[in-house]
């Protein structure tokens, strides 16, 4: 089983920025695209951000591109997700999730997804 356990969220303003950590207990990391995903109150959860297994492809919802960054540390069984400029529309829980590598690039639909934490609380006040 593998397991996975964000940090880093809390209450901040517009404009601010947070860091996103999630640390995966496996020994098979690289063995793993990685994703983002988010959920607001009353709406579906949806993807933020993916990065494949070695971090050398990354994909961005059209609303976070030049605002968020996804990376990972294979050494550290880690991938963060850097969150700048925030808006009040980014409040939502804060999923991680791994994609085991089946393909080249990370899935996009959450179904697809094998394992998930337990998601972090992102609030930004207007």
């Known amino acids: 089983q593998v397991q996975l356990v964000e940090s880093g969220g809390g209450l901040v303003q517009a404009g601010g920025s947070l860091s996103l950590s999630c640390v995966v207990a496996?020994?098979?990391?690289?063995?793993?695209?990685m994703g983002w995903f988010r959920q607001a109150p009353g709406k579906e959860r949806e993807l933020v951000a993916t990065?494949?297994?070695?971090?050398?492809?990354?994909y961005y919802r059209d609303s976070v591109k030049g605002r968020f960054t996804i990376s990972r540390d294979n050494a550290k069984n880690t991938v963060t997700l850097q969150m700048n400029s925030l808006k009040p529309e980014d409040t939502a829980i804060y999923y991680c999730?791994?994609?085991?590598?089946?393909?080249?690039?990370?899935?996009?639909?959450?179904?697809?997804?094998?394992?998930w934490g337990q998601g972090t609380q992102v609030t930004v006040s207007s």
């Open positions: 999730a791994a994609d085991y590598t089946r393909t080249t690039v990370a899935a996009i639909r959450p179904e697809e997804y094998d394992y």
């Open positions: 496996t020994r098979t990391f690289s063995s793993y695209h």
């Open positions: 990065i494949a297994w070695n971090g050398r492809s990354t």
